[in-house]
C-alpha cells in the first residue's frame, strides 16, 4: 500500500497570506490527523477528521482550520499567516489505534 | 490531562553501544504507547508500540514494555548503529487523539 502523501513538501509564504496544505491517507483509512511541529513547542495536535466530520480539535486558534472529502483526503487552512506558523506540519492516517504520517509540509512564513 | 515526559538529549554514543532512552506517561484512561522515530528533514516513522499493560513492542532491534505500575515505556537497543541516528518520540493516545514528548536525539558515531 502507498502511504500518506502531502503536498507541497515545501512552502513560503508572507506575513498576512492564507495557505492550503494537502493530505492523502492510506487507502481504506478513515481518519486523518493534522499536527504542527516547531522547535519550542514540539509536536502539538491540531485537529481530527473522520467520514468528514470534525471529531477532535486542538487549541489552535480559528485561523486554523480542515476539512475531509468523501475520498478520504484532507486539506488544512491557515489563513492570516504570521510568522509563528512557520512549522513542519504533518498529516496522519489511523487505523484502528495506530497513525501513520505522511513526510510533511515545511511552512516558511517571511 | 495526559501528558508523556522522556528524558532529554542529545543522547551521544559510540556504535555498538546500549542504549535506553525513558520515557513516563501521565493519563486519565489505559492509553495505547508508541516510539516513533523521526529522520533528518523526514516525517514520523511508527518504531513500535504497545497497547496493554506488561506488552512488549519490538521492531529493529528496538523494544519497549508497557509497565502500567510505574506508568513507564523505556525504549532500548542491544548494540545501537550509526544509521539509528535520529529523534525518537514517546506518545501516547486516548480518543484518537497522539500526545507526544519533547523527543530525544541520539546521535551514534563509529
Known amino acids: 500500500k502507498a502511504g500518506v502523501t502531502q503536498t507541497p513538501r515545501y512552502l513560503i509564504k508572507t506575513r498576512g497570506q492564507q495557505v492550503t496544505l494537502s493530505c492523502s491517507p492510506i487507502?481504506?483509512?478513515?481518519?486523518v490527523s493534522w499536527y504542527q511541529q516547531t522547535p519550542g513547542q514540539g509536536l502539538q495536535f491540531l485537529f481530527e477528521?473522520?467520514?468528514?466530520?470534525?471529531?477532535n480539535k486542538g487549541n489552535f486558534p480559528g485561523r486554523f482550520s480542515g476539512r475531509q472529502f468523501s475520498n478520504s483526503r484532507s486539506e488544512m487552512n491557515v489563513s492570516t499567516l504570521e510568522l509563528g506558523d512557520s512549522a513542519l506540519y504533518l498529516c496522519?492516517?489511523?487505523?484502528?489505534?495506530?497513525?501513520?504520517f505522511g513526510p510533511g509540509t515545511r511552512l516558511t512564513v517571511l | 490531562g495526559n501528558s508523556v515526559t522522556q528524558m532529554e538529549g542529545p543522547v551521544t554514543l559510540s556504535e555498538e553501544a546500549f542504549l535506553t532512552i525513558n520515557c513516563t506517561y501521565t493519563?486519565?484512561?489505559?492509553?495505547?504507547l508508541f516510539w516513533y522515530v523521526q529522520y533528518p528533514g523526514e516525517g514520523l516513522q511508527l518504531l513500535l508500540k504497545?497497547?496493554?499493560?506488561?506488552d512488549k513492542g519490538s521492531n529493529k532491534g528496538f523494544e519497549a514494555t508497557y509497565r502500567k505500575e510505574t506508568t513507564s515505556f523505556h525504549l532500548e537497543k542491544g548494540s545501537v548503529q550509526v544509521s539509528d541516528s535520529a529523534v525518537y518520540f514517546c506518545?501516547?493516545?486516548?480518543?484518537?487523539?497522539?500526545?507526544f514528548g519533547k523527543g530525544t536525539m541520539l546521535l551514534v558515531s563509529p
Open positions: 496522519a492516517s489511523r487505523n484502528t489505534d495506530t497513525q501513520y
Open positions: 493519563a486519565t484512561g489505559y492509553p495505547s
Open positions: 477528521y473522520f467520514s468528514e466530520t470534525q471529531r
Open positions: 487507502s481504506g483509512h478513515r481518519s
Open positions: 506518545a501516547l493516545t486516548e480518543y484518537s487523539t497522539l500526545t
Open positions: 504497545a497497547t496493554k499493560a506488561d
